[in-house]
């Protein structure tokens, strides 16, 4: 049997969800919202009915104090005919809304303010989509929103970088970033917009290479077709890129800054780091950096991970992160399916990402020293190129009558 804060949880949701169409009516069949209230099983009417007139009367006071409909059936109790209440109805969202409180009246008159000024200049456009996704702007940044649209509607911006877009008060990286909504709005599939092409740096690891006065950091233009001065035996990405750039001497090695989420879109775009023998990845230990680990797999880079293991996180856990850089607590990520993760990443995966826990969330890797790192790595590919020469030995054909 559910209570009253259950079934205002239930309406707070689906406004969550789906506010956006019930302002714009494109949704009306998302109200009125019917909240099934849960039958009281017969044992417990024959047996305690006390308990259940108690709940339907709590049900009634309520649904009367905020002038909702209750549905009620009757029930055989001990041979008599009792009615209990089984439903209760929502009308629409702005009841929803006052049912819920807080900031929810307020956000639906705000959101109707929005959407009547872009219903008068842009009749066509996809509403839903542009009052959901332009919620979180300012009003300024709205109103800029809107100039934006109407000048793409009927300027070409072909070949220009966001930069170069002759709009007064704009600057190209809140361009960027809303590129989708004036999108809609304007109902141009593409602004023709030029990108900067995307380079990944990396650094030199090998100490004869730097001995010899060759260059110590370098980058590559995804596209270009360019060698780095050596072929690496080893590849060791690193999520953060002080800890690229500093990173100690290592025979045959590159250091690749993968810039977090960036890398497995570009990375496995570099054939020299698809096609090395050893790719180590060297990430936070959260969530975020685990599902990197993932994507990496998936996108064809056989990365194998260090310092991203259980020992390492109770090691360093003292040092972990409890809030992000603008000093918000670090959140529980959502869980993703990552199949491309081992066994033992999966599970350091699921501890990170238990709404239950109160471990820390992150621990990044700047706070496990390089030099700990650097000795880790030299152990973990002497172990690896080991395990390869054991395997190449045994896979060597034998020759006959030999001795």
């Given amino acids: 049997m559910r209570t009253p804060e259950q079934a205002t949880d239930e309406a707070r949701t689906r406004l969550e969800k789906r506010w956006h169409l019930a302002i714009t009516r494109t949704a009306s069949a998302d109200w009125p919202f019917r909240i099934p209230l849960g039958t009281p099983p017969k044992a417990l009417l024959e047996r305690d009915f006390?308990?259940?007139?108690?709940?339907?009367?709590?049900?009634?006071?309520?649904?009367?104090?905020?002038?909702?409909?209750?549905?009620?059936?009757n029930r055989i109790v001990t041979g008599t005919t009792q009615p209990l209440p089984t439903h209760v109805t929502i009308p629409d969202a702005d009841t929803a809304a006052r049912l819920c409180g807080g900031h929810w009246p307020g956000r639906l008159a705000e959101a109707r303010r929005r959407l009547a000024l872009v219903r008068n200049a842009f009749p066509d456009a996809d509403h839903p989509r542009v009052i959901r996704g332009a919620e979180s702007l300012s009003d300024v940044d709205f109103q800029l929103l809107l100039d934006a649209a109407r000048w793409f509607t009927t300027n070409s911006a072909t070949g220009l970088t966001p930069r170069q877009v002759p709009l007064p008060g704009f600057h190209g990286k809140w361009l960027n970033r809303n590129q989708p909504l004036i999108q809609v709005l304007s109902g141009r599939e593409d602004l023709g917009l030029s990108s900067r092409p995307t380079r990944v740096h990396f650094t030199?690891?090998?100490?004869?290479?730097?001995?010899?006065?060759?260059?110590?950091?370098?980058?590559?233009?995804?596209?270009?077709?360019?060698?780095?001065?050596?072929?690496?035996?080893?590849?060791?990405?690193?999520?953060?890129?002080?800890?690229?750039?500093?990173?100690?001497?290592?025979?045959?090695?590159?250091?690749?800054?993968?810039?977090?989420?960036?890398?497995?879109?570009?990375?496995?775009?570099?054939?020299?780091?698809?096609?090395?023998?050893?790719?180590?990845?060297?990430?936070?230990?959260?969530?975020g950096g685990l599902s990197i680990v993932n994507d990496l797999r998936a996108a064809g880079v056989n990365v194998e991970t260090m310092l991203m293991d259980y020992a390492t996180y109770e090691a360093y856990e003292q040092f972990g992160a409890w809030t992000d850089e603008k000093g918000k607590p670090v959140p529980c990520s959502r869980r993703r399916k990552l199949p491309a993760l081992t066994l033992a990443e999966q599970d350091m995966y699921q501890m990170l990402t238990d709404p239950s826990s109160t471990r820390v969330r992150r621990v990044e890797q700047e706070r496990i020293p390089l030099e700990v790192a650097a000795e880790h790595l030299d152990a973990l590919l002497r172990k690896r190129r080991d395990t390869?020469?054991?395997?190449?030995?045994?896979?060597?054909?034998?020759?006959?009558?030999?001795?």
């Fill in 50 to 73: 006390k308990t259940a007139l108690t709940w339907a009367r709590t049900w009634q006071e309520w649904a009367a104090a905020r002038h909702l409909a209750l549905d009620w059936r």
């Fill in 204 to 287: 030199y690891l090998d100490p004869s290479h730097r001995a010899n006065g060759g260059r110590r950091h370098e980058s590559i233009t995804i596209g270009d077709r360019a060698e780095p001065a050596y072929e690496p035996e080893a590849v060791i990405i690193l999520e953060n890129k002080d800890t690229a750039v500093y990173f100690p001497a290592i025979r045959g090695g590159i250091a690749v800054e993968g810039e977090g989420a960036k890398a497995p879109g570009t990375l496995p775009l570099i054939p020299w780091i698809r096609q090395c023998r050893d790719v180590i990845y060297w990430g936070d230990i959260d969530a």
């Fill in 388 to 403: 390869i020469g054991y395997m190449q030995v045994q896979r060597a054909p034998s020759v006959a009558g030999a001795g």
